[in-house]
């Protein structure tokens, strides 16, 4: 049975309860309000009570529309939506928003061992090309080859799985003219956690296939810049490997040295983020690109500090860190800045190496997702000019809220898209 769906601006009758945002009649339903946020808690309602053939009727504006998407989004239930008529330009965006999120949320919600390294990679490149054929090249370096070429962060945290680890480097070029990038984008790829030597205990561990967030994140940024019609080059770089356990993983103590000269000792392997990021943030600094956008699901502290519902955003460049919080809100997606000084890239010492990855103690100490940033930092060109790092703390639910399915959420890749057409 196929439910219709009205909007409607007055309160709902009495019978509903006082302040309800939904009431029932016949074979429809009318949500009582025109706020998007409370509208995609009305669809969550819906699936809830085992609902999932929808025809929204009536006005419905865009924002509305994907609201109710995002709200009615279920990982178990193919959810069948008849959408409400939009002008041409307002259908392309919502198709477009409604085609990365699917895909987006599939890779984040799919299974670490049908998504390892290498297929993640392959799978990112190849949606990115299925959208602009022509003009997408890429190079995917895979196991060994990374320590050849000197991409060490990633080798060293993938070497203990069996299943090797793979660093994909595309190019969106729509002039085909080779010119230099005007952004680059850097995604943390790990398809499991384990946290290595440092292990989490196995309630940690068992939402670990989300920490390829920033992969898909980053990736679900180009493709809706793309689909909203990107006439600029832009550059992607995603760190995929799995974070395991084996005779021949890497270790508490040691010490890795990337090609900018850092050395980095390693006092907690489940810091692992950070480390795979520094080999795509050394790679976007190289691109010349001036605006440099990384994302990662990297610490439990962004979440202690903004909860769920946002996105942490730090940044050594204060008018690229206002102008991207600017867009996100032009874009309905929450994101909050979080302190991030030039000091905080010495947060994490070492008696051994220029920096430890991490403080030893859980969580990186007080300030772990500030410390996190300033390692990174260590990384990019021009004092961290043009640079933004988002730390992804509402990019998946352990279970359900009411607003969003348990799983992947997609919050993030609207703001980056966006910034990459402004760029």
Same mark, same amino acid.
């Not at 309160?11 to 939904?22: H, K, M, T, Y």
């Not at 939402?207 to 994140?217: F, P, R, V």
């Not at 860190?321 to 874009?331: D, H, K, P, V, Y």
């Given at each position: 049975?196929?439910?219709?769906?009205?909007?409607?601006?007055?309160?709902?009758?009495?019978?509903?309860?006082?302040?309800?945002?939904?009431?029932?009649?016949?074979?429809?339903?009318?949500?009582?309000?025109?706020?998007?946020?409370?509208?995609?808690?009305?669809?969550?309602?819906?699936?809830?009570?085992?609902?999932?053939?929808?025809?929204?009727?009536?006005?419905?504006?865009?924002?509305?529309?994907?609201?109710?998407?995002?709200?009615?989004?279920?990982?178990?239930?193919?959810?069948?939506?008849?959408?409400?008529e939009l002008s041409d330009e307002d259908?392309?965006?919502?198709?477009?928003?409604?085609?990365?999120?699917?895909?987006?949320?599939?890779?984040?919600?799919e299974t670490p061992e049908v998504l390892?390294?290498?297929?993640?990679?392959?799978?990112?490149?190849?949606?990115?090309?299925?959208?602009?054929?022509?003009?997408?090249?890429?190079?995917?370096?895979?196991?060994?080859?990374?320590?050849?070429?000197?991409?060490?962060?990633?080798?060293?945290?993938?070497?203990?799985?069996?299943?090797?680890?793979?660093?994909?480097?595309?190019?969106?070029?729509?002039?085909?003219?080779?010119?230099?990038?005007?952004a680059a984008l850097v995604g943390k790829?790990?398809?499991?956690?384990?946290?290595?030597?440092?292990?989490?205990?196995?309630?940690?561990?068992?939402?670990?296939? /989300?920490?390829?967030? *920033? &992969? %898909?994140?980053?990736?679900? @940024?180009?493709?809706?810049?793309?689909?909203?019609? $990107? =006439?600029?080059?832009?550059?992607?770089?995603?760190?995929?490997?799995?974070?395991?356990?084996?005779?021949?993983?890497?270790?508490?103590?040691?010490?890795?040295?990337?090609?900018?000269?850092?050395?980095?000792?390693?006092?907690?392997?489940?810091?692992?983020?950070?480390?795979?990021?520094?080999?795509?943030?050394?790679?976007?600094?190289?691109?010349?690109?001036?605006?440099?956008?990384?994302? /990662?699901?990297?610490? *439990? &502290? %962004?979440?202690?500090?903004? @909860?769920?519902?946002?996105?942490?955003?730090?940044? $050594? =460049?204060?008018?690229?860190?206002?102008?991207?919080?600017?867009?996100?809100?032009?874009?309905?997606?929450?994101?909050?800045?979080?302190?991030?000084?030039?000091?905080?890239?010495?947060?994490?010492?070492?008696?051994?190496?220029?920096?430890?990855?991490?403080?030893?103690?859980?969580?990186?100490?007080?300030?772990?997702?500030?410390?996190?940033?300033?390692?990174?930092?260590?990384?990019?060109?021009?004092?961290?000019? *043009?640079?933004?790092?988002?730390?992804?703390?509402?990019?998946?639910?352990?279970?359900?809220?009411?607003?969003?399915?348990?799983?992947?959420?997609?919050?993030?890749?609207?703001?980056?898209?966006?910034?990459?057409?402004?760029?």
């Amino acid at each position: 049975m196929t439910l219709d769906i009205y909007l409607s601006s007055e309160s709902a009758p009495e019978q509903w309860g006082q302040g309800a945002i939904l009431s029932f009649k016949d074979d429809s339903a009318t949500i009582h309000t025109n706020d998007p946020e409370l509208i995609q808690v009305a669809a969550r309602r819906l699936i809830t009570q085992g609902l999932s053939f929808f025809s929204l009727k009536g006005d419905w504006q865009l924002e509305q529309q994907w609201a109710f998407f995002q709200g009615a989004y279920e990982p178990k239930v193919d959810v069948q939506i008849d959408f409400a008529e939009l002008s041409d330009e307002d259908n392309s965006e919502l198709d477009a928003r409604i085609q990365v999120s699917r895909w987006m949320r599939s890779m984040v919600n799919e299974t670490p061992e049908v998504l390892a390294p290498l297929v993640l990679a392959e799978e990112a490149a190849q949606f990115i090309q299925s959208l602009a054929p022509d003009n997408v090249s890429f190079d995917i370096i895979v196991g060994e080859d990374l320590k050849d070429q000197g991409h060490i962060g990633t080798w060293e945290v993938g070497r203990g799985s069996s299943r090797p680890p793979a660093l994909l480097k595309l190019k969106y070029d729509p002039k085909n003219n080779n010119s230099m990038p005007v952004a680059a984008l850097v995604g943390k790829g790990i398809t499991f956690d384990s946290g290595g030597y440092s292990i989490k205990p196995s309630a940690g561990m068992l939402h670990m296939k /989300a920490d390829m967030g *920033g &992969a %898909a994140t980053v990736t679900g @940024g180009l493709a809706l810049a793309i689909l909203r019609g $990107l =006439d600029k080059p832009v550059d992607l770089y995603l760190c995929c490997a799995e974070n395991l356990i084996s005779g021949h993983a890497y270790k508490l103590g040691d010490i890795l040295t990337y090609p900018n000269g850092v050395s980095v000792e390693i006092q907690n392997s489940d810091a692992e983020g950070r480390v795979v990021l520094a080999d795509g943030l050394l790679l976007a600094g190289q691109s010349g690109a001036k605006t440099i956008i990384d994302a /990662a699901t990297l610490t *439990g &502290a %962004a979440v202690t500090a903004v @909860g769920g519902d946002y996105n942490a955003v730090f940044a $050594l =460049d204060q008018d690229a860190s206002q102008n991207f919080l600017e867009i996100a809100r032009e874009e309905n997606e929450r994101h909050w800045p979080l302190p991030l000084e030039a000091f905080h890239a010495h947060r994490c010492p070492s008696h051994f190496a220029d920096t430890a990855n991490s403080r030893a103690v859980k969580g990186g100490g007080p300030g772990g997702a500030s410390n996190a940033a300033g390692f990174l930092s260590r990384f990019v060109p021009n004092n961290g000019q *043009g640079w933004i790092h988002v730390d992804l703390a509402s990019a998946y639910n352990d279970s359900p809220t009411p607003k969003w399915s348990a799983g992947g959420t997609g919050l993030g890749f609207r703001t980056i898209a966006a910034k990459l057409l402004k760029s």
